[in-house]
């Protein structure tokens, strides 16, 4: 599978994780309350408040009601007279029906509740809520043993006169979660598809166009509506009016393609209505014929509904010349408590147009908007779970392939264009037609999630392919150099510098030989595994440079400033290595010497050599010239590991044997070199000894008592025959005492005279 089309693949399964992710998230119970709070909450936030609708008013009774009609403070204490005025005054200036969002259930003093009724009466356009309760009973069975429980709600209606006067009658629970509320019931089932206070006020509100109506539903045939009255004023009173309205939204229910069929009926026949019936048929139909449970498209903050204070409508019934005129000609009026100042007046709701000084919506005002919502058929309109779940799943498809598929410049821009789109085109629909899209599970979930995922795993491609690049240039150049290759820099010039550090020379005794007895292939392939064994070793102590140069290999460990710690690592790396070729050597008996290794510490120059465009990484400096020099003195000396005393100065844990002062062929200066033999903890009493008895041989030989040291040295060699540095100095005491060779002037140093 090529590049191209690998990663198109990749990007679809992001995608499909991503749109997966946001529709499983959208099926749980935190879905509704997380697109609520944080995207209902932004739609009405960026839409703002939008005009109510001109058929609805708010009678509002607030914190200065009492005072100004010299009453006492809660309305409980007034004297229901004042409702009869204000029934008597709202009819008079013509309003389409009244709404009391008051519990009137207990009778108080008869005379005044009998002005009340007669009022409410007189009107006939009067609608009343009833209070719902609910409580649970015991279920038991012919025994009379408990077998569970049940949920029981019933309405409890106004005190009789005035449930005999009023037009209608309903009850208005609403929904809350967390305190907030965005729901509103229309037909509540638990109470036998009883209608609600909205439902029912739109109904009496309509019933000006009630003869419309019924001549339109007839060609219909739905069922129990055979026998409607002919006219409103044949409905008779509230009893009757939640009969008619329960038979209608029956008959809906029951005939599921009735209200398309109905809509079509109001479009072809809509020129024979005026624009305020066909208004009104079109709400009935959407009434009966939508769902029973609703979401409230609220209008605006406190006040948007315009709001008449209940002092006003009274003292303009009163003849009070200074109380500003209002307007409720064919209006539906909605009374209750509403106080559009006092954050803690009863009655109110959070919303998400609860203002900064915390006045919240009242329950009147929210019942206004959810009549309101009925007139215009303005509810906010839900998808359904299919549809939702199509939604999130194409938007993490889309988002998550793109975030992934393109490059992370083009992508992540491309991805958050088409989220803003995805918003503005969820807004430009909430705005024109009240849908609701799912907003904050695109938003705040998926869209994070698809540039986590996509960026991601552009991140892990990337950095397989700079691991990639990086692989290949390791085989060539040291580790901290491919970072900065890859990472920053590209210019070889920049990797030039001088270092301190420990310089590591070795090469394979032996190679001559072997050379000449393996073909050019086996060669190659002997000498990648010869090299590939030293290696291992050395990486296992952090080397920074490693060179092959034929069958040597030389490397460095550096830091910016002398330290300890790159003089440890490179004798770790020595008996590390020395003991990784012997089991080399175990299969591959070709080799039959073991490793020789120089050490030394000190500056160096550490970069790119070489011209024409092609270099190699080398280290360059006498530092490392007198390492190659100290490997070959393993030769003369017939010992292993090498170093100089500036290498092993100052470290603790190895067991050294100093083996004098040597200047190299070319030298001028004599270095100290000290044979490590083992790690302290490692060697064993055998080694201890040598070091010891050498020790005091060597110096009796710095001494200049040739004999002496000859003596002294031949009789440690009786206990260890093959060490090579014992026999080095015997020939050396035996060449001064024979005059073969001029003793020094300095006994401590020993000039060599070969490489």
């Not at 529709?23 to 749980?28: D, E, P, S, Y």
């Not at 215009?376 to 993490?396: E, N």
């Not at 002062?661 to 903890?681: C, N, R, S, W």
């Amino acid at each position: 599978m090529g590049i191209k089309r690998r990663r198109i693949v990749i990007g679809l399964i992001v995608g499909l994780i991503t749109g997966i992710a946001g529709a499983l998230f959208g099926v749980t119970q935190w879905a509704g309350d997380f697109e609520r709070g944080a995207g209902l909450s932004w739609l009405f936030g960026v839409r703002g408040p939008v005009a109510a609708p001109d058929a609805v008013a708010v009678v509002a009774i607030d914190g200065r009601t009492g005072d100004e009609l010299g009453l006492p403070s809660l309305p409980r204490d007034w004297s229901r007279t004042l409702h009869a005025r204000l029934v008597d005054e709202l009819t008079r200036q013509g309003a389409a029906s009244i709404v009391f969002d008051m519990q009137f259930d207990k009778p108080k003093v008869a005379a005044e509740d009998k002005v009340f009724a007669a009022a409410v009466d007189q009107s006939d356009r009067v609608v009343l809520i009833e209070l719902i309760t609910g409580k649970r009973q015991p279920l038991t069975d012919m025994q009379g043993r408990l077998t569970g429980t049940i949920w029981v709600e019933q309405l409890i209606q106004p005190m009789p006169a005035l449930t005999e006067a009023a037009r209608g009658l309903a009850t208005f629970p609403l929904p809350k979660i967390d305190a907030s509320v965005y729901e509103f019931w229309v037909f509540k089932e638990s109470v036998g598809d009883a209608a609600t206070l909205p439902a029912v006020a739109l109904q009496v509100h309509a019933l000006r166009a009630y003869p419309a109506w019924v001549s339109l539903i007839a060609p219909l045939g739905l069922p129990e509506l055979d026998t409607l009255p002919a006219t409103a004023d044949a409905i008779g009173n509230a009893t009757q009016l939640r009969s008619q309205m329960g038979k209608m939204r029956r008959a809906f229910e029951q005939t599921p393609d009735a209200g398309a069929r109905l809509a079509a009926l109001i479009d072809a026949q809509a020129s024979t209505y005026s624009a305020a019936d066909l208004r009104l048929l079109r709400a009935l139909r959407g009434l009966y014929a939508g769902d029973a449970h609703r979401m409230i498209n609220f209008y605006g903050p406190p006040g948007t509904i315009q709001t008449i204070p209940y002092q006003a409508v009274l003292k303009r019934a009163a003849g009070a010349a200074s109380t500003p005129a209002f307007d409720v000609r064919g209006k539906t009026v909605f009374v209750g408590f509403s106080d559009l100042y006092d954050p803690g007046h009863p009655d109110r709701f959070y919303t998400v147009f609860t203002n900064d000084e915390g006045v919240d919506l009242s329950g009147v005002e929210i019942a206004a908007t959810a009549f309101g919502n009925l007139l215009d058929d303005r509810s906010i309109r839900l998808l359904s779970a299919w549809q939702t779940l199509t939604v999130l799943l194409t938007f993490g498809l889309v988002i998550g392939a793109l975030a992934y598929a393109l490059p992370a410049m083009v992508g992540a821009p491309l991805t958050l264009m088409l989220a803003v789109g995805y918003a503005a085109t969820a807004q430009w629909l909430f705005n024109s037609g009240n849908w609701w899209l799912p907003l904050a599970i695109p938003l705040l979930a998926q869209l994070p999630l698809a540039l986590f995922l996509g960026l991601m795993g552009q991140y892990v491609l990337e950095r397989r392919r700079g691991k990639r690049i990086s692989k290949a240039l390791s085989y060539y150049v040291p580790e901290n150099v491919v970072q900065d290759l890859t990472a920053r820099q590209s210019d070889p010039e920049a990797f030039n510098k001088v270092v301190y550090g420990t310089c590591f020379a070795t090469d394979m005794s032996g190679f001559s030989t072997i050379s000449e007895q393996l073909p050019p292939d086996q060669l190659a392939v002997f000498l990648n595994d010869y090299f590939d064994t030293l290696a291992k070793a050395l990486k296992q102590h952090h080397v920074d440079v490693t060179e092959f140069r034929a069958d040597a290999i030389m490397c460095a460990w550096t830091a910016d400033k002398p330290t300890a710690d790159v003089r440890r690592k490179a004798v770790l790396a020595a008996l590390g290595a020395a003991r990784a070729i012997e089991g080399f050597k175990q299969r591959n008996a070709m080799l039959k010497a073991a490793l020789r290794i120089g050490l030394e510490a000190g500056h160096f120059y550490i970069g790119h050599a070489g011209g024409g465009g092609h270099f190699v990484f080398s280290i360059v400096g006498d530092t490392a010239n007198t390492a190659s020099r100290i490997e070959s003195l393993n030769k003369h000396l017939g010992t292993q590991i090498l170093a100089t005393h500036e290498v092993i100065d100052g470290l603790d844990g190895f067991l050294q044997r100093p083996l004098g002062h040597f200047i190299f062929v070319g030298k001028t200066e004599a270095i100290p070199i000290i044979e490590i033999l083992a790690a302290t903890a490692d060697a064993n009493e055998e080694q201890r000894q040598l070091a010891q008895r050498f020790a005091v041989a060597l110096a009796v030989f710095h001494q200049a008592d040739w004999a002496g040291a000859a003596a002294a040295f031949e009789a440690i060699q009786a206990d260890y025959p093959d060490d090579g540095p014992l026999r080095f100095y015997i020939a050396r005491c035996q060449a001064y005492l024979d005059r073969s060779t001029a003793p020094p002037d300095d006994a401590r140093v020993i000039r060599m005279e070969s490489k």
